[in-house]
T-cell receptor, first 116, second 111 residues
Framework: DADVTQTPRNRITKTGKRIMLECSQT?????MYWYRQDPGLGLRLIYYSFDVKDINKGEISDGYSVSRQAQAKFSLSLESAIPNQTALYFC???????????????FGPGTRLLVL | QQQVKQSPQSLIVQKGGISIINCAYE??????FPWYQQFPGKGPALLIA?????SEKKEGRFTISFNKSAKQFSLHIMDSQPGDSATYFC??????????FGTGTRLTIIP
C-alpha cells in the first residue's frame, strides 16, 4: 500500500551494529505497529502506538526500541543487531471505528533485514 | 499468550476445490473477526471480515462462517485458483484494543 512506506526495503548489517527502520504513512491514522515475520511463521508484534504520546510493548520487544516522531512517522531501532533478528519487518497503521465498529490494518511493503 | 488459534499451518488444495481454514478464540468479548491475505513479498491486506451477529458472510468466492457458541470461525475459498495461493491470517478485535492475529496458514493451490 503506497500510503504506508518503509525504508529501507532491504538492509544487510553486521552483528552489534545499531540500525533504524523507518515507517511513514499518509493515511492520517493514529495507530501504528511494528511486526516481525520469520520464514514460515506468522506475524509477531514488536511495538505499537495508539497515538503520538503512546508507546506499548508487544510480545517480542526485547532488543528493539521505537520512536513515534509524529502522527505519520514510527521508527524501529535495533540497538545491537544479532543474527536471530534476521527477518522481514512490517509496519502497519490502522483506523479504529468504535463503538461496534472495526479496525483495518494497512501494511507497508516490508523491510528485509539480514544480520551477519 | 495466544488468543486466536489457527489451523492448519499449511494446506494444499487442487484447483477448483474448496479451501478451508479454521480459527478458534477464547475471549468472548471479541466482536470483529477479519481475515487477511498475504502474497509472497507483500504485506498482508484485509480480505473479508465478519461480526458475531451474523453466521456467514460471503464475498465472491470467499466466505466466512461464524459459530458463536463454539467460538470458532472459518474461511472457505470456493473454486480455489492458483492465484489464491498465499498466506492467510485470521484475527479478532474487541473494545479499543488492537487486532490479535492467528499464526497464519500457507495455502497452495495446485493445478
Amino acid at each position: 500500500d503506497a500510503d504506508v512506506t518503509q525504508t529501507p526495503r532491504n538492509r544487510i548489517t553486521k552483528t552489534g551494529k545499531r540500525i533504524m527502520l523507518e515507517c511513514s504513512q499518509t493515511k492520517g491514522h493514529d495507530r501504528m505497529y511494528w511486526y516481525r515475520q520469520d520464514p514460515g511463521l506468522g506475524l509477531r508484534l514488536i511495538y505499537y502506538s495508539f497515538d503520538v504520546k503512546d508507546i506499548n510493548k508487544g510480545e517480542i520487544s526485547d532488543g528493539y526500541s521505537v520512536s513515534r516522531q509524529a502522527q505519520a512517522k514510527f521508527s524501529l531501532s535495533l540497538e545491537s543487531a544479532i543474527p536471530n533478528q534476521t527477518a522481514l519487518y512490517f509496519c502497519a497503521t490502522s483506523d479504529l471505528h468504535r463503538p461496534g465498529g472495526q479496525e483495518t490494518q494497512y501494511f507497508g511493503p516490508g523491510t528485509r533485514l539480514l544480520v551477519l | 499468550q495466544q488468543q486466536v488459534k489457527q489451523s492448519p499451518q499449511s494446506l494444499i488444495v487442487q484447483k477448483g476445490g474448496i479451501s478451508i481454514i479454521n480459527c478458534a478464540y477464547e475471549n468472548t468479548a471479541f466482536d470483529y473477526f477479519p481475515w487477511y491475505q498475504q502474497f509472497p513479498g507483500k504485506g498482508p491486506a484485509l480480505l473479508i471480515a465478519i461480526r458475531p451477529d451474523v453466521s456467514e458472510k460471503k464475498e465472491g468466492r470467499f466466505t466466512i462462517s461464524f459459530n458463536k457458541s463454539a467460538k470458532q470461525f472459518s474461511l472457505h475459498i470456493m473454486d480455489s485458483q492458483p492465484g489464491d495461493s498465499a498466506t492467510y491470517f485470521c484475527a479478532a478485535l474487541f473494545g479499543n484494543e488492537k487486532l490479535t492475529f492467528g499464526t497464519g496458514t500457507r495455502l497452495t493451490i495446485i493445478p
